[in-house]
Nanobody
Framework: QVQLVESGGGSVQPGGSLRLSCVVS?????????MGWFRQAPGKEREGVAG????????GYLDSVKGRFTISRDNAKNTVYLQMNSLKPEDTAMYYC??????????????????WGQGTQVTVSS
């Protein structure tokens, strides 16, 4: 059974940094695919923040986080990271990691991903 567990969320002041981690277990021989970080603020839809192809490392980002957030992977540890710098209050949300083994649709689409973590809260306020 595939499981994703996020960690690293917390409360920071504007301009601060956080690094989120997502550990994937239970994949057995199902390698490759892509992983994404999504976020959902109260009253808003879940949106794709960053995605990464686990094979060749190609990445994609939400426009509002480009230059501030960096997604990376460590295949040996089955872990994906989201380094978040220059955080803003509008980045406040529950952050989720997700796994897509099919790699067919848009990386930023919730519907493209088959497995999800439980989320980790990020709060940016002064």
């Amino acid at each position: 059974q595939v499981q994703l567990v996020e960690s690293g969320g917390g409360s920071v002041q504007p301009g601060g940094s956080l690094r989120l981690s997502c550990v994937v277990s239970g994949r057995a021989d199902r390698r490759g695919g892509r992983m994404g970080w999504f976020r959902q603020a109260p009253g808003k839809e879940r949106e794709g923040v960053a995605g990464i192809n686990m094979d060749w490392g190609g990445t994609g980002y939400l426009d509002s986080v480009k230059g501030r957030f960096t997604i990376s992977r460590d295949n040996a540890k089955n872990t994906v990271y989201l380094q978040m710098n220059s955080l803003k209050p509008e980045d406040t949300a529950m952050y989720y990691c997700a796994l897509d083994l099919d790699v067919r649709g848009d990386w930023a689409s919730v519907a493209s991903f088959q497995y999800w973590g439980q989320g980790t809260q990020v709060t940016v306020s002064s």
